[in-house]
């Protein structure tokens, strides 16, 4: 039975290519590199979350928070492909997958670590704006314009390494031109498929910097009115009234028209009509409104205009233009102000609220 379990061992060594005396020192020296590396990540982390605690810096704080995750495996697989180059001839050639192996980590740490960089470089630019406020058109310019910066750097970084990655195999390479073979369909499908996401990088980039929209960006879209929360390569995404989230293709933007109400300027005129009747004391009820107005911090002393726009066989109609800093401040004041103007008029004037009148025969006699 032991000389069973003997041979059974020889075969497994001889099978993965194990040569005791020779492979043993390649091996530790592989697994002392992966807990150097692991030691080294560890160290330095210690050290930045140490500094981070005494001087609350926030360029520390961001980096803890956006690149400790990929530092944590970018580190070791460094130290691990190291330990491969510095391995003798002979032990690569008896086990290429420890090469091959310590090759594929490092390039895919090395692409996680480089996007989050990218996040964190995208961060550290843009954290003294302020994209809340609808007037701060060239805050909003310069924050779109570099997370779309970003989003196009990171598609090429992954690109380039997927593509970096398929050659360290040659089944991939083989498996690639396999499928380039059918020349025609594969021809017609990739141009139609290029042609599409052409126009889509095209649209961003024009988006991007025409400034046709920007974040937080007040749009109508779709009979619809929300605010842009986020601009990718390929969609935008509006955040409505509601919550409710639109999601429309990039080239929408491009090849449709739209209403942008923050395109150069936040402020924007609201309009209120009231339906009274021809008893209705106009310059008595101008007067109040602009009373109102003035007392409501919303409005912005910029538009105030109260015209009768129209008549019917019944009433006129009245119209109140106000001006507000952005879209929904003047929505609140136009709520404001028919509130209170309803209020006033039926209080000091109900004559003024809408009638039916009707005359008899007898009147007519």
Known sequence: MQQQIDVWIRAVI??????????LSGWIL?????????????????????????KNNQVLVLLRRYVRTAFYFWLPSLFFLTGTNIQPERFLRRHPVADKAAEVLFLLTSTWLALRLLKLGELL????????????????????????IRRIISTILVLVSFSLLLLNFQG???????????????????????QKSLGNLLAGIQIAFTQQIRLDDAVVVEN??????????????VRLWDRRRLILPITYFVENPFQNWTRSDASITGAI??????NT????????????????????????????TDTTPTGIVLRVLVSANDAPSAFD?????????ITYLRDEHPQSLPQVRIQSGAGLA
């Open 273 to 278: 009509l009231l339906y009274l009747d021809y």
């Open 172 to 194: 991939s390479r083989k498996l690639g031109a396999s499928v380039l073979t059918s020349a025609g369909i594969v021809s017609v499908v990739v141009g139609f498929a290029a």
């Open 333 to 341: 004041l136009r709520c404001h102000l028919r509130e209170a103007l």
């Open 14 to 23: 001889r099978w993965f290519g194990y040569v005791p005396n020779r492979d």
């Open 125 to 148: 630019m843009v954290r003294s704006y302020d994209i809340s406020s609808d007037t701060n058109l060239s805050q909003r310019k310069f924050v779109t314009q570099v997370q779309f």
């Open 224 to 237: 619809e009115w929300g605010r842009v929360e986020e601009i990718n390569l390929t969609n935008v995404v």
């Open 281 to 308: 004391p106009i310059d008595k009820v101008r007067d109040k409104a602009k009373q109102i107005a003035e007392a409501d911090p919303l409005w912005n002393e910029q538009v105030f205009v109260v015209q009768i």
């Open 30 to 54: 592989l697994i002392i590199s992966v807990i150097a590396g692991l030691a080294t990540t560890f160290v330095l982390t210690q050290i930045i979350r140490l500094i981070a605690r005494r």
